[in-house]
């Protein structure tokens, strides 16, 4: 791929021109691990990898686990896979928060010594209260001037477990007066006697989020803390607490989110998706989790390909979702192979062959890949075709199957149907055709034409399979900017469910997870639901390309 480049590239160039860092280049991606990583998340850590790789510095995950609440142990092990399978490689830098429990205790310590944090024994409402909003400033607490004795005092019994939770906090010192809500005398530390899936029972105070972030970077010796927008009124305090102790300070650069059309790019509404039953959990294929995405089919490759494209900016804006189904349509088309299966089957008895009629036609395997190859399918008297290839009364431009029409079958012959075959309700349940035995391979001798070519499967060979296809998750653009709640957004039509599919017996070589396609019908990847009884292929997109449309209409 073409390496790209964009305002935080040119940021780390500079600073390495001017020796800031003295030519160091060390960046992190932070997740918290409360919930599965969506593509939004491989923007921001495929972006601080490759500014490390670009620089031959060096990358950690770190997980910013101060929450022992909402944090477990199977969200670290996912992330973890998350981003290995995405391929950024953090080497034997895997940390955690946690890792730094003591040394932020200490830093709060310093802070109270500083006479810059207070112990606060207000109710959480009256915090609330007292804080005040943007057009009215807050007010200071009664307990703001304790004196560093008493705050020292009362924080090591916090620590020893005296206290119940949310009878006290640790609070910085800093102005209930700024115009930025986070100044306002955060709260650093809270009493939270809960287990802790790195530390156990070790702690029952944690750090909030805002107190830990940025002295972890410290603590790291990060260069670059490469954070979205949302972290801008939040670098202030960031800022102040680094300087109020003294500390080694990384610079922090922000960069716009990514949104997307038709889904929505948040850990807790997505959580609410999975709780609510829209979906059938983190790893459905119709979430934008990484989790999701892969099972739908989708390559590291095809999102970093999008991500590429979509780029980095600092102001926010939307992202069409049919861009990403360019770019995996794109790959899939040079890698995927190709076979054939019937979706919605039609069964043809072909008349002029005789019956237990058995031969094997050759198929390219991916006709942009030579080194591919061939392989033979098997074609018999009896074979399925898709329904919707049929008509009886064919409108004007059907080309494809009709009484007394000539089509071609992929790699076969030229078929011409001469019956149909109807049952009591005059539903068509088989059709009865010939087949031009010297147009064997798909070519007439004679030089004739037919106007459509078809898909087919030999029904005496043909694999049972479970074909899922999927649409969009919502079924407006943006869900969150509407009226109501964004569930009522649902697309109730987003899955359908094909049970009877019939399928060339060649997939089953296939394995779970590999990427197919099945011709004039769309790419598809095996399911991981798939069984030596039946397999289960995912729709991930199919073969009309959308983006050209979407992107002329803007």
């Known amino acids: 791929m073409e390496q790209p480049k964009d305002f935080i590239r040119d940021i780390v160039a500079e600073d390495n021109k001017t020796g800031k860092f003295k030519g160091r280049v060390h960046t992190r991606f932070p997740p918290e691990p409360n919930g599965y990583l969506h ?30 609440v909402k944090e477990e142990t199977e969200y670290v092990d996912g992330i973890i896979a998350d981003v290995k399978w995405m391929g950024a490689d953090f080497e034997d830098r895997l940390l955690f928060a946690s890792d730094y429990f003591g040394q932020l205790y200490d830093y709060a310590e310093d802070l109270i010594k500083k006479g810059r944090a207070y112990i606060d024994d207000q109710t959480p409402e009256e915090m609330k209260l007292n804080r005040g909003d943007f057009e009215k400033p807050g007010k200071d607490s009664s307990f703001r001037n304790r004196s560093v004795e008493q705050n020292l005092g009362l924080f090591r019994r916090m620590k020893a477990g005296e206290f119940a939770d949310g009878v006290r906090v640790l609070r910085a010192k800093i102005d209930m007066t700024h115009p930025n809500m986070n100044m306002r005398d955060p709260v650093i530390y809270r009493i939270l006697h809960a287990s802790h899936h790195n530390t156990g029972d070790e702690w029952c105070i ?19 803390s490469l954070c979205d927008v949302s972290f801008e009124n939040h670098r202030p305090l960031y800022d102040w607490f680094l300087d109020q102790l003294g500390v080694y300070h990384p610079q922090q650069i922000e960069f716009a989110r990514l949104n997307m059309t038709y889904t929505i ?146 790699y076969a012959y030229f078929m011409t149907c001469n019956d149909i075959v109807k049952d009591d309700a005059g539903n068509i349940i088989e059709l009865h055709c010939t087949v031009d035995p010297e147009t064997k391979g798909g070519n007439a001798p004679d030089g004739r034409r037919v106007k459509a070519t078809m898909h087919w499967v030999s029904a005496k060979h043909a694999i049972d399979a479970e074909v899922r296809l999927y649409d969009k998750l919502f079924t407006v653009e943006n869900p969150l900017a509407e009226d109501g709640v964004f569930e009522s957004y649902v697309n109730k ?35 991981k639901d798939t069984t030596p009884e039946k397999m289960v292929f995912n729709r991930t997109t199919g073969l009309r390309d959308t983006w050209a449309k979407v992107k002329n209409q803007n």
Request: proline residues 6%; charged residues 30%; hydrophobic residues 35%.
């Open 493 to 527: 039509d987003s899955l359908e469910i094909r049970t009877n599919c019939k399928i060339e017996p060649a997939v089953k070589e296939l394995g779970i997870e590999d990427k197919i396609q099945f011709e004039r019908t769309g790419y598809f990847c095996v399911d």
């Open 265 to 410: 790019m948040s850990k807790r509404k997505l959580l609410v998706l999975v709780e609510n039953g829209h979906v059938k959990g983190w790893d459905d294929p119709r979430l934008p989790t990484l989790l999701g995405l892969r099972r739908r089919g989708y390559t590291p490759h095809s999102i970093q390909d999008f991500l590429n494209r979509v780029g980095v900016a600092k102001k926010e804006n939307w992202i069409a979702i049919e861009l990403l189904e360019h770019c995996i349509r794109e790959h899939l088309n040079k890698i995927a192979p190709r076979y054939m299966g019937v979706l919605d089957p039609l069964k043809i008895v072909i008349t002029n062959l005789p019956d237990g009629h058995e031969e094997f036609m050759e198929a390219i395997n991916n006709p942009e890949d030579e080194s591919a190859g061939t392989r033979q399918i098997p074609f018999s008297k009896e074979i399925y075709i898709e329904r919707a290839d049929f008509m009886e009364e064919p409108v004007k431009k059907f080309f494809r199957l009709a009484p007394g029409r000539e089509v071609r079958l992929r």
């Open 39 to 68: 593509i939004g998340h491989a923007k921001a850590f495929m972006l601080s990898y490759g500014v490390a790789k670009e620089n031959n510095g060096k990358f950690n995950l770190r997980f910013d686990d101060t929450n022992p």
């Open 206 to 224: 944690y750090p909030m989020y805002d107190w830990a972030h940025g002295l972890e970077d410290s603590i790291e010796g990060i260069t670059h």
